[in-house]
């Protein structure tokens, strides 16, 4: 008998008799009376930065700012311009430099201030990770209070991968110290369309 | 082996570095506190996820066989591994096949649990633990002392140390950014070359063969996007039957462990991307012989959140390493004895039985009443000092025999009084630290038969 078999019946002769599944009501959890507020405010507890914007315009001019200094930019958006589809193909050795990347997020949670990022969002699994600082976008309709709402939001089989970020990447492993941006992006700033 | 009692003894022998890991650790638990009282329907969230865990381990062997059908789906080779043996050979067997030389490891408790990288490294394959604190221990060759914080027993002055042995960093230089940063340097160029990535699995989801890893430095991420064959190690109690049970456990996991209201990053893995190869190894190593202990069991709902270590008077007093287990505190007390009964026949007794650890538990195992029950079973199956024994037995006796227990009293009340030194020694444990209580001029009973007796 092999592993698989030896376990699964091991689990089987083993296992506790059947009890219910119990039900998620998400209209008993936490509301919130503005959820962009309190995302706002948990993004910035976390260390992150939250921009409130009425048009894209200023972000269009941030990117062609950011691309004009000759550093390694990443644009993964439509409406901000040209996007740079040739990311997808690169190895970890050629996005080492990126400097910064721009990914619309689909859902914003409220309750803790983490955006929902598909893959297709950001062209290769790396960009959001690899890059020294990230820069997020999403509509204020897209903010949810929890993530039993974000859940309800979001498809994970939809695509190979996807992630949930809070903030910028952080440790506290030495003497409990925080510091920000361990491995991934040192900032984390999160535009948000009115 | 030196058992908790005596490796205690050698962490506390430091008495302001003692304090100093109580408070942080007090610190982390009152961080915890006011991230789930902040939080309304914390207890509903709870009682939820017990209820989800619950149900789950009554149905496990129907969502492995989902869970695996659907990873397959996926394109995502699945293994099953019956001991930690299995575990290491199943790894070991995917490095040869490549040819793989440049592997990164996130942090995953299952494999320290199996001793995977020293089993690698006898045959001459180097793995680099890439969690800031899990490297700074694999560079001290000591292995993790907390699940969640790897590197809690040391100070700033400790990792500079390492750090400028192994690093080159500025002698003296003990401030924790330009530390991390040094880190960061360091393990970029491993993330870069990474040809294998190995990550733990916080969570697999039977409906979609998919599985989330939480971390807040990235570390997980850099590895497994970066390198050409990525393997997820899991214990098959990680399973949860779907996506939106997602919800509960990560507003659970952070707040639980560090006070936070989610990791930095919750990754969603569910195929490999193109070109690479993805992994997963579903280990049993004693788990389906606890899931058939009905006192037992559900310590395997843990979601290894660490929020019973870091609320344990004795774990906080005595450090993860006096536990000698990959797993150590409260948790780690009740599922050790499993795989090993006599070689951690100790780790029940780790413990004053306060029950704070339940009270803090997100999933709700009763884990001071699974303490204590383990205490019994260890005593019956004759695990257990022959020193603890014999007290207890004698005990037994004295108790057993009233007159013999007043007059044992009797004559106790008089050694202490006449011959204070026979008592106030190093030969009774109950000295050290502490001072005997003053002697009473008479018993309870002497006094009751004395006022009310008549």
Redesign the interface.
């Known amino acids: 008998m ?3 078999e ?3 019946n ?13 039900v ?1 009501d998400k209209d ?3 509301s919130y009376n503005d959820v962009g507020m309190q995302f706002n405010t ?1 993004l910035e507890s ?1 260390g992150g930065k939250a921009v409130c914007i009425q048009d894209l315009q200023v972000l269009k001019e941030s990117v062609n700012a950011d691309k004009a200094t000759g550093k390694f930019i990443v644009n993964t958006i439509e409406a901000l311009g040209e996007v740079d589809e040739y990311v997808s193909s690169l ?3 050629q996005l ?1 430099k990126l400097e910064k990347a721009y990914i619309k997020g689909t859902v914003g ?1 409220a ?4 955006v929902w990022i598909y ?1 297709s969002q950001m062209l ?3 960009v959001p ?2 890059c020294q600082h990230l820069v997020l976008v999403i509509d204020k309709k897209d903010i949810v209070p ?3 709402h ?3 939001k979001i498809d ?2 939809q ?19 925080l ?1 920000i ?5 040192r900032s984390a700033t999160v535009y948000i369309i009115e | 082996m030196a058992k908790h009692a005596a490796l205690s003894e050698k962490f506390i022998a430091d008495e302001p570095r003692t304090d100093w890991h109580d408070e942080t650790l007090w610190f982390v638990r009152q961080k915890r506190d006011k991230a789930a009282h902040g939080l309304p329907g914390w207890e509903q969230l709870r009682e939820l996820a017990s209820q989800i865990k619950n149900h789950t381990l009554s149905n496990l062997e129907k969502y492995l066989r989902q869970f695996e059908q659907q990873a397959k789906a996926n394109g995502i080779t699945v293994h099953w591994a019956a001991d930690g043996d299995e575990h290491n050979k199943i790894i070991h067997d995917i490095i040869r096949k490549h040819n793989i030389e440049k592997i990164v490891k996130s942090k995953s408790m299952l494999t320290e649990e199996c001793h995977l990288n020293e089993y690698l490294l006898h045959q001459g394959i180097e793995v680099v633990d890439t969690d800031l604190g899990e490297r700074i221990v694999q560079f001290r060759k000591e292995p993790p002392s907390h699940i969640v914080l790897p590197a809690i027993h040391l100070k700033k002055q400790d990792v500079s140390e390492t750090f400028h042995k192994y690093l080159q960093t500025e002698k003296g230089n003990n401030d924790p950014q330009y530390l991390t940063e040094a880190a960061r340097q360091h393990l970029r160029d491993k993330f870069i070359q990474s040809e294998l990535a190995i990550t733990g699995v916080n969570f697999a989801v039977a409906e979609t063969g998919g599985f989330v890893v939480c971390t807040n430095e990235g570390n997980a991420d850099m590895g497994a996007h970066t390198a050409a064959v990525h393997i997820a190690c899991m214990g098959f109690e990680k399973i949860i039957p779907k996506a939106e049970h997602l919800a509960v456990f990560l507003r659970l996991l952070a707040r639980s462990a560090t006070g936070q209201a989610i990791t930095t990053y919750s990754s969603h893995f569910l195929k490999a991307r193109r070109g690479q190869e993805m992994h997963i190894v579903i280990v049993d190593n004693g788990r389906s012989k606890q899931l058939g202990r009905k006192d037992f069991r559900n310590s395997l709902k843990c979601i290894r959140c660490a929020a019973c270590f870091n609320t344990c008077p004795v774990y906080r007093r005595s450090g993860g390493h006096s536990y000698h287990t990959a797993v150590a505190g409260p948790l780690g007390s009740i599922i050790n004895p499993n795989m090993d009964m006599k070689a951690n026949a100790d780790l029940p007794f780790a413990s004053t039985l306060c029950g704070s650890c339940s009270n803090v538990c997100p999933v709700k195992i009763d884990i001071h009443e699974q303490l204590w029950k383990w205490r019994q079973v260890v005593v019956a199956e004759g695990y257990v000092d022959a020193s603890k024994k014999t007290g207890m037995r004698g005990m037994a006796y004295i108790l057993a025999k009233p007159g013999m227990y007043r007059f044992a009293g009797k004559m106790g009340r008089w050694v202490m009084r006449t011959f204070p030194f026979m008592i106030n020694n190093k030969l009774n444990a109950w000295y050290k630290q502490r001072e005997m209580p003053e002697v009473p001029k008479q018993s309870f009973r002497d006094w009751y038969l004395k006022n009310r007796g008549k």
């Open positions: 092999n592993a698989r030896k376990i699964l091991a689990i089987a002769a083993n296992q506790p008799e059947a009890v219910p599944l119990p998620i008993t959890v936490i948990m976390i190895s970890a050795a080492e949670v309750e803790n201030g983490a893959e290769n699994r790396l990770f690899i929890t993530m039993h974000a859940y309800a994970t089989a695509e190979g991968f996807g992630v949930f970020i809070a903030g910028p990447s952080k440790t506290a492993d030495i003497e409990q110290s510091v941006g361990a491995h991934g992006a």
